[in-house]
């Protein structure tokens, strides 16, 4: 709820920049000093192994020492709840994909291109509205899963070294877990990793999206699967099913085209339809943090 309703201020991140964007400067400085194509793939899938054991057990560890100080001072458990926001993306996620949509709205199209590119992979320069309103909503529906129901169920199962974790393995996963030759195997182990963490935590993104659109189950146990990821096609899908539109379908990455099935039944979304996703957003989020109270009460009573 902090996180929520102040997210990570701009104050804050001149004097202490973000967590995770440590976790991201390591695996950078790995990966230029590792990854070098003129070595054996079975070396640089080893070495990629190495950057996550590092950089996700070192983060593990650093949560846990916090943690261990937080159980008997009422001062460092608070700081630990404080360190917990961190992890979390809510009014984040929110901010950005609303300033796409507002940019739409105003027919501004290269400001909505513009603001589209900074929170999704695929090229942004030549999209038209339903392809901006279709990638916003597809990071919306993604960025669900990995930026607040993953971290949260880390966070609740293994406390703050889970969070810290989950979150070094899914900035791993952006860096380095790609399909290109350069990655494929320096960022297999990130990739794998990544699919684990978010096995549980994407299927419960799904389920939240479809209840606060008050549909879109069929569709998403549908065409789930058809995702290349084992786990962004349960909240995109939901997305889809829940709007009654269609996400998915073919993009272009780096000026290479790549075939993606769609998602849905309905006809691509447009600036109303991503109106309608950030309140689903909105409400999924709320269902999400009703559930945790009431799981909380339970356990206590």
Known sequence: MLEAAIGYPEALHQILPHPITWAGRAIHALEQRW?????????????????????????????????????????????????ATTGLAQRSLYTHVAAVRAALQTGNLPAARLATGRIVGRDTATLDINGVATAALESLAESFCDGIIAPAFWFLLLGLGGLFAYKAINTADSMIGHREPRWRDFGWAAARTDDFANLIPARLSGALLALAAGGG???????????????????????????????????????????????????????????????????????????LAAGGFVWRH
């Open 35 to 83: 990854n070098h194509p003129d070595q054996p793939a079975a070396r640089r899938r080893l070495l990629g192994i190495a950057v996550l054991l590092f950089v996700a057990g070192g983060a593990a560890a650093i949560g846990f020492l916090i943690d261990q100080g937080g159980r008997d001072n009422i001062w460092a458990a608070l700081a630990t709840l404080v360190l």
């Open 217 to 291: 189950w069929r569709v998403m146990l549908r065409d789930a699967r058809l995702h290349d990821s084992p786990n962004a096609g349960w909240p995109e899908a939901a997305m889809a099913g829940g709007l009654k539109i269609r996400l998915g379908g073919p993009v272009t990455y780096d000026g290479a085209p790549h075939p993606r099935p769609w998602f849905g039944d309905g006809a691509s979304p447009d600036t109303a339809d991503l109106t309608r996703g950030l309140r689903v957003y909105l409400v999924a989020c709320g269902l999400f943090w009703i559930l």
